[in-house]
């Protein structure tokens, strides 16, 4: 089973931010954070990763709450091609025997003109 | 991603018949899977491969097979097409990051329909 929990789906206008969150109340101490998104039935794509702390990259801004039981994924500036279905995942570092992605049914994201 | 890519994109069968899938990937990357999507689903884990003399079974094995022909070079076959086997495959790679990190990159992805 999936450790996270999100959304089926959710809504936002386009050129605001679009905010999606994401339950992992029992993510242990070395599992990261992990977004991907899959366009259209498309080959799931990366999005960014983190720990603890907060991160931004070319695409989006992972904020993870100080106790990691949760996270939130944004897109600063949501476009029509933005419109995906959103994973979010937890595992552990490479190294662990446990390393597999385990994929839930994530959130459909529609962004509206 | 470019650097992934499937063969067939779309395929038809009929039950009962053999049938190969095959990924490439010029990443240069050591590791490699197969996933299965079924509709409004998560992807499932059939077979990974971490090297070329390296194969595990993931989440869904049964009823499929693996080759890792080369370190590019990754198959996955169905022996004997069964109808439940109709969904999306994917075939991903990884690279290893630092600090334990490791980011998979899809293939766009083999349609396959079990008549």
């Known amino acids: 089973d999936a450790k996270t929990t999100q959304p089926p789906s959710m809504d936002c206008a386009e050129g605001r931010a679009a905010n999606l969150p994401c339950n992992h109340s029992t993510i242990s101490g070395n599992e990261y954070v992990y977004w991907y998104r899959q366009i259209h039935s498309q080959g799931p794509q990366y999005i960014i990763h983190g720990l603890k702390n907060n991160e931004t990259n070319e695409m989006a801004s992972l904020i993870i709450t100080e106790d990691r039981k949760s996270s939130t994924l944004i897109l600063p500036h949501a476009t029509l091609r933005d419109t995906a279905v959103y994973y979010c995942?937890?595992?552990?570092?490479?190294?662990?025997?446990?390393?597999?992605?385990?994929w839930g049914a994530g959130t459909k994201l529609i962004i509206k003109p | 991603d470019a650097d992934v890519t499937q063969t067939p994109r779309n395929r038809i069968t009929k039950t009962g018949k053999r049938i190969m899938l095959e990924c490439s990937q010029t990443?240069?990357?050591?590791?490699m899977y197969w996933y299965r999507q079924d509709p409004g689903l998560g992807l499932r884990l059939i077979y990974y491969?971490?090297?070329?003399?390296?194969?595990n079974k993931g989440e869904i094995s049964d009823g499929y097979s693996v080759s890792r022909q080369a370190q590019a070079k990754f198959s996955l076959s169905l022996e004997s097409a069964i109808p439940n086997q109709t969904a999306l495959y994917f075939c991903?790679?990884?690279?290893?990051?630092?600090?334990?990190?490791?980011?998979?990159?899809f293939g766009p992805g083999t349609r396959l329909l079990v008549l």
């Open positions: 491969s971490f090297d070329v003399k390296d194969i």
């Open positions: 995942i937890v595992r552990p570092p490479r190294g662990d025997s446990n390393y597999q992605l385990i």
């Open positions: 990443k240069g990357h050591d590791r």
């Open positions: 991903a790679t990884s690279d290893l990051g630092g600090a334990g990190v490791e980011t998979q990159y």
